[in-house]
């Protein structure tokens, strides 16, 4: 944070406090609560801005306090949600659980549906924290069944992360590729091809992993065609090299020279403009290493210019 922000943010805090000890000296109406309490909220904020945790968690608390006076469920919920961010920040995971479980029963009553998805998230990553894995699962399929339903694909990709970045971590490529594979089935029915694309990719790379060859070709096959019909030469290369090394994996050695060439000439179609030198090279040493010469290489890349040469006319 630079320094005219801190003393901008500093300036704030300080009007703000002396505004809330004047409603200390005011009758204790419904407005001067309300007051009270949204003039805590936001001081809460501001500390949180400035990373000064300690002093946003005491007036988050004391906000809490002013809304029970007022049994405002909205604002509680509100509150006690934006402390259990605060708390997952601080990584004091079981306060953290404690006040995004009182929120989500506001939340799950009512039709704020938004607020009951991110607190569905909340509690995804607080219980994983936790160790709590089965539970925190629950949490986060809920959220995904939600922006399913609210065909929300930011919130769908949010969601799935937060299990997708735990079992990454674990190394648990099983779950990773259920995952994944619920992710297409949503992008596929958004007709999110881009996202299809990098999650068809992203199951070949797991099937290799698990040993699923058969499977890997499959999936990036698929791949090779949302860039085919889009006309994404990228994407055709990079589905290209990867089915490449699947056949290679498979130990079917014809198959990969076929694969490995075709992904040597959508190489040099990209490099036209030298900025692709580096994925030529890597496609020429693989087909060099597959028995190609560098003669036999030389004549394709001449007549992949040529044919785009010819191409433009």
Do not use: P
């Not at 809460?44 to 000064?52: F, G, I, S």
């Not at 290369?237 to 060439?261: M, R, T, V």
């Amino acid at each position: 944070m630079g320094e005219k922000s801190r003393i901008s943010l500093d300036n704030d805090i300080s009007k703000l406090i002396k505004i809330l000890k004047k409603t200390y000296e005011k009758e204790e109406t419904t407005k001067n609560i309300e007051e009270r309490a949204a003039l805590c909220s936001n001081l809460a904020v501001l500390y949180t801005k400035k990373e000064n945790l300690e002093d946003s968690q005491k007036f988050f608390l004391e906000s809490i306090q002013e809304y029970e006076k007022l049994h405002d469920d909205f604002k509680l919920a509100s509150t006690k949600g934006a402390l259990s961010s605060l708390y997952i920040q601080m990584r004091k995971y079981s306060l953290a659980k404690h006040y995004a479980e009182e929120a989500y029963q506001y939340w799950k009553k009512s039709m704020y549906l938004n607020e009951r998805l991110a607190c569905l998230q909340n509690l995804g990553i607080i219980l994983l924290k936790l160790n709590e894995e089965v539970k925190a699962s629950d949490y986060v399929l809920e959220a995904m069944k939600m922006a399913i339903q609210l065909q929300d694909e930011d919130q769908f990709a949010q969601s799935i992360h937060i299990l997708l970045n735990y079992f990454e971590n674990k190394k648990r490529y099983d779950m990773l590729l259920e995952l994944k594979k619920k992710a297409l089935e949503f992008w596929e029915q958004m007709n999110l091809e881009e996202r299809q694309f990098k999650t068809l990719i992203d199951l070949g790379v797991l099937s290799q992993i698990l040993e699923g060859f058969d499977i890997a070709v499959i999936n990036f096959k698929k791949a090779f065609n949302i860039g085919y019909k889009s006309g994404n030469i990228e994407q055709m290369f990079l589905a290209e090299g990867f089915l490449a090394e699947s056949f290679l994996n498979k130990k079917d050695i014809e198959k990969a020279k076929y694969a490995y060439l075709q992904a040597f000439k959508l190489a040099v179609y990209l490099n036209i403009n030298g900025n692709h030198q580096n994925d030529v090279n890597l496609m020429r040493i693989a087909l060099l290493s597959l028995g190609f010469t560098v003669e036999e290489l030389l004549k394709e890349a001449e007549d992949t210019l040529k044919e785009i040469k010819e191409g433009k006319k």
